[in-house]
């Protein structure tokens, strides 16, 4: 189904409903809920998802599973969604918080291929098969370990969204702090208060969002650690195993076809 409202189909006795939404760039959902618990996938762009847990953004290649009524609120910037609405006996992960979660590429294919399905799909014929093993995939998918949340001050919240599509290792709070007319002290305390996190922490995260998504676009090893501020990619290499426990180039790896990332060795 594709544009098709939630409500207009949500009484439809099926444990899963799959819609595909385009939404122009800048599209605000406010806060809201759902009966069913939910995973949402962008197929092109970025999404930001708030919840009462806090807020951050969903990367190209990344999906976030929200429980049954979860209030969330979510931006589009720019995206085209492939959602799962499921009622909560079939839930296939547990838990009240969201989490953000790796999509794989059979993932992917199953949520493009479950989005052309009927409302009333048969349950026993291919699309209900293919229903079942994307519920099998989301509970089995990886959770992204790492997240940039997102302040609730206006003018910072711009500033680290902005942050987001172009970050740099090589920012420092030093550089934040001047355009926000703040001493680097004041701020770093600021920063640390609005989002839960370090600056440099925060930074970093940013940096490995952006490199999941260039990477998993097929873009080599060197020229995302370049792109990125980092003297070589071998300093680029040794930070990303340190902080996710599998290599850059096992990314691209994943995205051609194995299930997982391969661990560093």
């Known amino acids: 189904m594709r544009n098709v409202p939630l409500d207009s189909v949500d009484a439809i006795e099926r444990d899963v409903l799959a819609i595909g939404t385009d939404y122009a760039p800048g599209t605000l959902l406010e806060m809201h809920h759902h009966r069913r618990a939910q995973f949402l996938y962008g197929a092109t762009g970025l999404m930001e998802v708030g919840t009462d847990d806090g807020a951050w953004v969903v990367p190209p ?3 976030v599973w929200i429980p049954a009524n979860k209030p ?3 931006r589009m910037v720019g995206v085209s969604t492939r959602s799962l609405y499921i009622e909560p006996s079939a839930a296939p992960r547990e838990g009240s918080r969201c989490e953000v979660l790796l999509v794989s590429p059979l993932l992917r294919q ?4 479950a989005t052309q399905a009927q409302a009333l799909y048969g349950e026993h014929d291919r699309d209900g098969l293919v229903m079942r093993l994307t519920l099998a995939e989301i509970a089995r998918a990886a959770t992204l370990p790492i997240f940039a949340p997102l302040p609730k001050d206006r003018v910072l919240h711009r500033l680290c969204v902005e942050f987001l599509y ?3 290792i090589r920012a420092t709070a030093g550089d934040w702090a001047v355009q926000l007319h703040r001493s680097e002290r004041t701020f770093t305390r600021f920063f640390r208060a609005e989002t839960g996190m370090p600056f440099g922490e925060w930074r970093q995260h940013a940096c490995l969002i952006s490199a ?5 676009e097929g873009q080599p090893v060197t020229a995302v650690a370049l792109e990125l501020g980092y003297d070589s990619p071998g300093a680029f290499s040794t930070m990303f195993r340190r902080r996710l426990g599998f290599s850059p180039s096992s990314i691209s790896h994943s ?3 194995d299930s997982t990332p391969e661990p560093a060795g």
């Open 61 to 63: 290649h990344c999906g």
């Open 72 to 74: 969330h609120r979510v």
């Open 110 to 113: 199953l949520l493009l291929e």
């Open 166 to 168: 172009a970050p740099s």
């Open 212 to 216: 999941l998504s260039r990477l998993a």
């Open 255 to 257: 995205m051609m076809g």
